[in-house]
């Protein structure tokens, strides 16, 4: 299953609601503050979609992606695999679409953020090329609660 932009005429907002709420549970009590997916419902993602580039994998819906355009990078949010299609490769597709797109829009980096409490994400972006450049504190905290990552391709 390889990932794309989803097509024009793709309103499954629920199923693609369910499927981030699947992919991130994990974090539920992991990580403080609590992911910013528990305030997206799904007419918040139907307009997201029309702000950023949503990439899926499916049918059935296994996998997603938005990717948006920060004039200095690629920033990918909301990488998300469902617990049933994780450790086959989809991550990898959809890092490997971003980075296709990146390049083609002339941009020197792919650029993600991932909660400090996450190592194995650490980790696997790493394995992917990624390195660590910031660490970020959500309102009302005063330690690094997010880190940013990027991952350099030679553009630009």
């Not at 990146?102 to 020197?108: E, I, K």
């Not at 980096?109 to 650490?122: D, F, I, M, S, Y």
Request: aromatic share 8%; net charge positive; proline share 7%.
């Amino acid at each position: 299953m390889t990932p794309r932009p989803a097509p024009a005429e793709f309103d499954d907002w629920a199923a693609l609601l369910a499927l981030l709420q699947a992919s991130f549970a994990y974090m539920a009590g992991r990580i403080d503050p609590p992911s910013s997916l528990h305030r997206l419902d799904a007419a918040a993602l139907r307009d997201k979609a029309r702000d950023e580039h949503l990439w899926i994998a499916g049918p059935p819906l296994l996998g997603c992606a938005f990717f948006r355009n920060d004039r200095d990078a690629l920033y990918i949010g909301k990488l998300a695999i469902h617990p049933d299609a994780q450790g086959r490769g989809l991550g990898r597709a959809f890092v490997a679409g971003a980075e296709g797109m990146a390049r083609r829009l002339g941009l020197p980096c792919l650029r993600l953020q991932t909660r400090v409490e996450l190592t194995g994400n650490h980790a696997a972006f790493a394995a992917m090329g990624f390195v660590r450049v910031a660490e970020t504190c959500h309102a009302g905290f005063d330690r690094p609660t997010s880190m940013t990552m990027e991952k350099p391709l030679g553009n630009g």
